[in-house]
C-alpha cells in the first residue's frame, strides 16, 4: 500500500514561472515532511521539509504548504529556472524509537523548466 | 561528494553471481539505510540500521542480505538474483532517530 501519493508525474514549467507539485498522506502518524530533489546520476538531497505544527515554510524561491485536516501538502517553486529541472520526491515519516527515520516516498515528479 | 559513498556505481552481474555493494559514511551518523530505485515506482525501503542493530527488514527478499560491521560501513551482499531485480540501490545514513537522510549517488544494477 502506498502511503504518500504524488502528482503530477511530470510538469513543463516555463523559465519564470511557478511549479506546483502536490502529495496526499493517509497515516495521520506522520510527523515530517521532506522534499526531496534528485538530478540524473545522482542520489536525492533534502530540499525543504517541514513538521505539521507550521501550515507553511519557505525556503528562498521553494515553499512548503502543509494542510493537516485534509492530509495534503505541496511544494511551490517561485520563478522556476532551467536549473531547477530535476526529479521531486515527498516523503512523509514518523519517528520510531531506535529506529532511524525511515521515509515514505511518492512517485516523484519530473520537472522540466523550459528557457 | 555528499558525505556518503557508494561503490562500484555500476554493476552488471549474471543470475548465478555472487556480489557486494559498499556504503561509507563520513558524517558521524548513527543510522543507515537501504533503499531500492526503479522506475516509476516510489523508493523502497529495504532495511535500517540504528547503532549497527538490524531494526527494520521490510519483507525483502534472502537473495539481499545486508551487513552494518560498525557505524560507518553498509554492505549489501547480493545472490542469485533475477532480472527485476535491476535497479538503483541508494544508500543514506542520518542521525539516529533524526532526520534529514543523507544519500549517496548509488549504484545502478543491471542482472543479466
Known amino acids: 500500500q502506498q502511503q504518500v501519493k504524488q502528482s503530477p508525474q511530470s510538469l513543463i514549467v516555463q523559465k519564470g514561472g511557478i511549479s506546483i507539485i502536490n502529495c496526499a498522506y493517509e497515516?495521520?502518524?506522520?510527523?515530517?515532511f521532506p522534499w526531496y530533489q534528485q538530478f540524473p546520476g545522482k542520489g536525492p538531497a533534502l530540499l525543504i521539509a517541514?513538521?505539521?505544527?507550521?501550515s507553511e515554510k519557505k525556503e528562498g524561491r521553494f515553499t512548503i504548504s502543509f494542510n493537516k485536516s485534509a492530509k495534503q501538502f505541496s511544494l511551490h517553486i517561485m520563478d522556476s529556472q532551467p536549473g531547477d529541472s530535476a526529479t521531486y520526491f515527498c516523503a512523509a515519516s514518523m519517528q520510531k524509537a531506535n529506529s532511524g527515520y525511515a521515509l515514505n516516498f511518492g512517485k516523484g515528479t519530473s520537472l522540466l523548466v523550459t528557457p | 561528494e555528499t558525505g556518503v559513498t557508494q561503490t562500484p556505481r555500476h554493476l552488471v552481474m549474471g543470475m548465478t553471481n555472487k556480489k557486494s555493494l559498499k556504503c561509507e559514511q563520513h558524517?558521524?551518523?548513527?543510522?543507515m539505510y537501504w533503499y531500492k530505485q526503479s522506475a516509476k515506482k516510489p523508493l523502497e525501503l529495504m532495511f535500517v540500521?540504528?547503532?549497527?542493530?538490524?531494526?527494520e527488514n521490510n519483507s525483502v527478499p534472502s537473495r539481499f542480505s545486508p551487513e552494518c560491521p560498525n557505524s560507518s560501513h553498509l554492505f549489501l551482499h547480493l545472490h542469485t538474483l533475477q532480472p527485476e531485480d535491476s535497479a538503483l540501490y541508494l544508500c543514506a545514513s542520518s542521525p539516529q532517530g533524526g532526520s534529514p537522510l543523507h544519500f549517496g549517488n548509488g549504484t545502478r544494477l543491471t542482472v543479466t
Open positions: 558524517l558521524g551518523h548513527n543510522a
Open positions: 540500521y540504528s547503532l549497527e542493530e538490524r531494526v
Open positions: 517541514i513538521r505539521p505544527d507550521v
Open positions: 497515516n495521520t502518524a506522520f510527523d515530517y
